[in-house]
């Protein structure tokens, strides 16, 4: 993918974005006219007046696939309307991330806020939920949400999810909702999102993903890129990406179709802790360096040195390189 191409697609992803924000509120304000019920015809509920009103429907129509329809009426009735309408997504992470109290969760793409405002709710206030998001409409929404909802353990944060602007190690959990599959490079963002964990920190997302059989030719043919089809990683490609940043015990299960060969589906993963990690790598070193299929190169003074490290005794080196 070009430069140019990328930039391209970027500005399509945020001005669809931008437009969903400004479509939620539009209709919210709209709302205004029938919060009372007095500009409809026979008495109606709070929820039918938020929803679908005299006034028009606040909610995006998405289809079955995409939407708040994948949140439980519990987690929907409980947060503001927009950030309930302005929901896009293909899942509901925080059903599958298994959220602790106290723990810092990232939402990557975090549009309206409703998977932030949810976090924030499962953390309780010793914990803490950031979004970020690159689409300025879309963080005023979600800030207003949170206003709305008297959420004060959240903050909305301005970057791609590509870089985003928050200290290494800085969160126990990263989650993101259908956002993945639009960004125009994809091991970068894997890559950010093991900086951004702590060691033993895990990552649940939700994101459409394709069958291996599918080409990337084949994608485009089901869907545009800014419609969260086009550009899905293969189950294959994500787990390779995955492993390829340093992310163990990845899955990909699929959940329900997106599209003929694609499917909506739930991403996990796990960091590793800095004990785990030790021991993983020392683990590596004595198999790939200190068996007897490998006694003649670490025979050799440099190899020796490089396997057993530089102050190895001619002892060490003979009974734990291979040398015979």
Do not use: W
Request: aromatic residues 4%; hydrophobic residues 35%.
């Amino acid at each position: 993918m070009t430069d140019t191409t990328a930039e391209l697609l970027r500005d399509q992803v945020r001005q669809r974005y931008a437009a969903a924000a400004s479509t939620v509120t539009t209709n919210e304000d709209a709302q205004a006219c029938c919060g009372d019920g007095s500009c409809c015809s026979g008495s109606t509920t709070d929820t039918e007046v938020n929803e679908t009103s005299c006034c028009g429907s606040t909610l995006l129509e998405v289809g079955e696939t995409f939407g708040s329809g994948l949140y439980t009426a519990g987690d929907r009735d409980s947060l503001p309307v927009a950030a309930v309408a302005a929901s896009l997504g293909c899942g509901n992470p925080t059903a599958v991330a298994e959220l602790r109290e106290g723990e810092r969760v990232l939402d990557l793409g975090s549009g309206g806020g409703i998977d932030v405002l949810l976090s924030a709710r499962r953390v309780g206030p010793s914990g803490f939920a950031y979004g970020v998001d690159m689409t300025d409409e879309m963080l005023d929404l979600a800030r207003a949400n949170a206003a709305r909802s008297g959420a004060t353990n959240v903050e909305f944060v301005k970057g791609t999810i590509e870089d985003v602007p928050l200290p290494d190690a800085s969160v126990d959990v990263v989650i993101s909702n259908c956002v993945i599959n639009l960004s125009v490079d994809k091991p970068k963002v894997l890559a950010e999102m093991f900086r951004l964990l702590a060691p033993g920190g895990r990552i649940g997302i939700s994101d459409v993903v394709a069958e291996d059989q599918l080409t990337p030719e084949q994608r485009a043919e089901r869907g545009e890129y800014v419609g969260c089809i086009a550009g899905a990683l293969s189950r294959t490609e994500y787990l390779d990406g995955l492993a390829d940043v340093g992310f163990v015990d990845a899955s990909v299960r699929f959940t329900h179709p997106a599209a003929d060969g694609m499917h909506a589906a739930i991403i996990q993963a796990t960091k590793l802790t800095e004990a785990e990690r030790v021991s993983s790598s020392a683990a590596e070193q004595s198999t790939n360096c200190c068996s007897h299929d490998e006694a003649g190169s670490c025979c050799e003074p440099d190899a020796k040195a490089g396997c057993c490290g530089s102050t190895a005794t001619a002892a060490t080196a003979t009974t734990s390189c291979g040398c015979r």
